[in-house]
């Protein structure tokens, strides 16, 4: 079955829903995924984004997507220009990535309390995005599901007493992976779910042994919230 998305793609801003669309989400998504204001991003460009972006406007759709700007929102145009109005530094270069998307970023984003990201994800077509690296660590998630990231010490159960939270709270797991550096290392969990999460469940599962940060992108208001 054919989506109606699919035909008329995404409201947005801009020539292109793989240029313009998915480059301002994947930078909202870093931003979001950062939990803390970003202060300066060095923005990596890989196949097709590298050699055709500036052209569609993948720069500033990247860099608008970081200072919270959507795909529909009329103020991309100027990504650039209110950028420096606020302070915010960026730099853009080429990189080359074996295996990767042609429509793909890397982004190495710094906060204004410090955080640090780094991820790579991939603009895939009708303004959707795939997220495929964070901090070095393979992930593979969308943001089309209300998602929690979650930091944790690799250690024997960390993943029990997340999920076991998200039973007790009624909220079902729609995809789940978990992922680390190293064993006995810090670890990954991306977890998406089919209800959204209340703050007062962030804060208990931030509290759980082990856990490091949770971080929760809410599909339906395409922002985030963060505990440390």
Do not use: W
């Not at 984004?49 to 500036?54: K, L």
């Not at 009329?74 to 109005?85: I, M, S």
């Not at 690799?154 to 039973?167: F, P, R």
């Not at 670890?187 to 759980?208: C, H, N, R, W």
Request: aromatic share 6%; proline share 3%.
């Amino acid at each position: 079955m054919v989506d109606i998305f699919d035909i008329l793609g995404p409201i947005m801003v801009g020539p292109s829903s793989s240029h313009t669309a998915g480059a301002a989400r994947i930078g909202n998504m870093a931003r979001i995924l950062l939990g803390d204001k970003p202060v300066s991003a060095k923005i990596h460009l890989h196949g097709s984004f590298a050699e055709t972006g500036s052209g569609h406007g993948t720069d500033r759709a990247i860099v608008g997507g970081l200072l919270g700007m959507h795909p529909d929102d009329l103020q991309l145009t100027y990504a650039f220009e209110e950028a420096k109005k606020c302070g915010f530094q960026y730099s853009f270069d080429e990189i080359n990535l074996r295996d990767a998307h042609p429509n793909t970023a890397v982004i190495v984003l710094t906060g204004e309390k410090g955080k640090k990201l780094t991820m790579q994800a991939c603009s895939v077509g009708g303004g959707r995005i795939m997220v495929n690296k964070l901090d070095g660590i393979d992930v593979n998630f969308t943001g089309d599901y209300n998602t929690l990231v979650v930091r944790n010490r690799d250690e024997n159960g960390s993943v029990a007493a997340v999920t076991s939270i998200l039973n007790q709270c009624r909220i079902n797991v729609a995809n789940m992976s978990v992922c680390r550096h190293k064993r006995g290392g810090d670890a990954l969990m991306v977890i998406e779910t089919d209800e959204s999460v209340k703050p007062i469940q962030l804060d208990f599962l931030s509290e759980l042994p082990g856990i490091l940060s949770v971080t929760y992108y809410d599909k339906n208001k395409g922002e985030a919230s963060d505990d440390d």
